[in-house]
């Protein structure tokens, strides 16, 4: 499994647009990219997840650049209740969701 | 909505007692896991299962065992619990090798204290 690099915390602005990045420089062609979060006291919750293509859903968009070695999530309008700790994750489809965490990013999301 | 249930959110046990940490999920999937979680240490996987009665050990398996004896029930059994296995255990569940089988659902966690 491809290794993932994050800063280990970052602020936002409530109602801003929350940027998280993640590298993998050592991804190879046929890992995901998988977004998780977890709340304080909490299990981590499933965000979004892609291969190549950039991807949207209702809590958040996945831009992945072209050469797949790193990835930024988005979330276009922070609330308080978004301050977490996510992870990115690189996942190949073959590990039956032998998911690897790493240390995540924290966000505070501040008012 | 998909619903992981692990049955106790807070145990106090003694050094030496056998633990049982039950977890049931109601989405039919065939795929479950273990993790512990430690400050400074992230999610480890302690054991998973992709079929009933089968298991495969994870990163951190020592000091554990595991019963899928119905699809949808998972347990994770301490034999002799020690003081190093106080932590937060979190149960997941997944579908099978079709598309999203990387989107895990996890439930609340069980905070186990070993004294």
């Known amino acids: 499994d491809a290794k993932t690099t994050q800063p280990p915390s970052m602020d936002c602005a409530e109602g801003r647009a929350a940027n998280l990045p993640c590298n993998h420089s050592?991804?190879?062609?046929?890992?995901?990219v998988y977004w998780y979060r977890q709340i304080h006291s909490q299990g981590p919750q499933y965000i979004i997840h892609?291969?190549?293509n950039n991807e949207t859903n209702e809590m958040a968009s996945l831009i992945i650049t072209e050469d797949r070695k790193s990835s930024t999530l988005i979330l276009p309008h922070a609330t308080l209740r978004d301050t977490a700790v996510y992870y990115c994750i690189a996942w190949y489809s073959s590990n039956t969701g032998k998911l690897i965490f790493g240390q995540g990013t924290t966000l505070q999301v501040k008012p | 909505d998909v619903k992981v249930t692990q049955s106790s959110r807070y145990l106090v046990k003694r050094t030496g007692e056998k633990v049982f940490l039950e977890c049931v999920q109601d989405m039919d999937h065939e795929n479950m896991f273990w993790y512990r979680q430690d400050p400074g240490l992230g999610l480890r996987l302690i054991y998973f299962?992709?079929?009933?009665?089968?298991?495969e050990k994870g990163d951190i398996p020592e000091g554990y065992s595991v019963s899928r004896e119905k699809k949808e029930r998972f347990s994770l059994i301490l034999e002799s619990a020690s003081t190093n296995q106080t932590s937060m255990y979190l149960c997941?569940?997944?579908?099978?090798?079709?598309?999203?089988?990387?989107?895990?659902?996890f439930g609340e966690g069980s905070r186990l204290t070993v004294l």
């Open positions: 299962s992709y079929d009933v009665k089968m298991k």
């Open positions: 050592t991804i190879s062609g046929n890992e995901y």
């Open positions: 892609g291969l190549k």
């Open positions: 997941a569940s997944s579908l099978a090798r079709a598309g999203n089988t990387g989107e895990l659902f």
